[in-house]
């Protein structure tokens, strides 16, 4: 039962790897310039990278909502806000010209783990991401064995999605077919995030 609860929470999740931003475009451009273990390479940077944001903000909500409870309902404010502004700039993106992607060449293992992690770590969108997450989803906090499975099934489904594009864009060719699905991936995303954050806002309702 316990991975059952967290489905929909992971289903969400899954949504927000496949967006293309900075990770995955970061994952397919080191696949085509400097192949497919270089791409590995970004992905398991990708799926630890996560595990660490997971465990982060997940002990952290869960400390927060047991000392301050209004939290909760601030967070999910935010998080609605949040998904709105978002939601809107990925639809702009839909609206703007299709990406170039640029293949990053010559890249060594070590070298594509690191600069993925980095990444990962400093992507804004993934403590966006969190925040939507624990809003809509608060049972992925609600305590240790939740937090213990969702931490890692978060980072095995973030290294399974990025091992996946670097698997398939390994090549210039598949990389200029992703680009070219930049603007409806975009536009169906932005319109999710819209709908969530409106969810969400609902919720404050009385």
Same mark, same amino acid.
């Given at each position: 039962?316990?991975?059952?609860?967290?489905?929909?929470?992971?289903?969400?999740?899954?949504?927000?790897?496949?967006?293309?931003?900075?990770?995955?475009?970061?994952?397919?451009?080191?696949?085509?310039?400097?192949?497919?273990?270089?791409?590995?390479?970004?992905?398991?940077?990708?799926?630890? !990278? =996560? &595990?660490?944001?997971?465990? *982060? @903000?997940?002990?952290?909500?869960? +400390? /927060?909502?047991? $000392?301050?409870? #209004?939290?909760?309902?601030?967070?999910?404010?935010?998080? !609605? =806000? &949040?998904?709105?502004?978002? *939601? @809107?700039?990925?639809?702009?993106? +839909? /609206?703007?010209? $299709?990406?170039? #992607?640029?293949?990053?060449?010559?890249?060594?293992?070590?070298?594509?783990?690191?600069?993925?992690?980095? @990444?990962?770590?400093?992507?804004?969108?993934?403590?966006?991401?969190?925040?939507?997450?624990?809003?809509?989803?608060?049972?992925?906090?609600?305590?240790?064995?939740?937090?213990?499975?969702?931490?890692?099934?978060?980072?095995?489904?973030?290294?399974?999605?990025?091992?996946?594009?670097?698997?398939?864009?390994?090549?210039?060719?598949?990389?200029?077919?992703?680009?070219?699905?930049?603007?409806?991936?975009?536009?169906?995303?932005?319109?999710?995030?819209?709908?969530?954050?409106?969810?969400?806002?609902?919720?404050?309702?009385?």
């Amino acid at each position: 039962m316990l991975v059952i609860d967290l489905l929909p929470a992971l289903g969400f999740l899954l949504l927000n790897v496949f967006i293309p931003g900075p990770n995955v475009l970061n994952t397919i451009a080191t696949a085509m310039g400097s192949g497919r273990q270089a791409g590995l390479a970004c992905a398991l940077a990708c799926g630890l !990278g =996560l &595990l660490c944001w997971a465990i *982060g @903000v997940l002990i952290g909500a869960a +400390a /927060l909502f047991t $000392a301050f409870p #209004i939290t909760k309902s601030l967070i999910t404010a935010l998080g !609605g =806000l &949040l998904l709105q502004y978002f *939601g @809107v700039r990925y639809i702009r993106k +839909a /609206l703007s010209h $299709a990406i170039i #992607i640029e293949a990053v060449e010559n890249r060594p293992m070590s070298a594509a783990f690191w600069q993925a992690y980095l @990444v990962m770590m400093t992507n804004p969108k993934v403590m966006t991401t969190w925040l939507a997450v624990i809003s809509l989803f608060p049972v992925v906090a609600s305590d240790a064995p939740h937090i213990a499975t969702f931490s890692v099934m978060a980072g095995c489904l973030s290294f399974a999605g990025h091992a996946l594009f670097a698997t398939l864009f390994s090549s210039r060719a598949a990389g200029r077919i992703y680009a070219m699905l930049y603007r409806p991936i975009n536009a169906l995303v932005g319109v999710c995030f819209c709908l969530y954050g409106l969810k969400l806002l609902f919720k404050l309702l009385p």
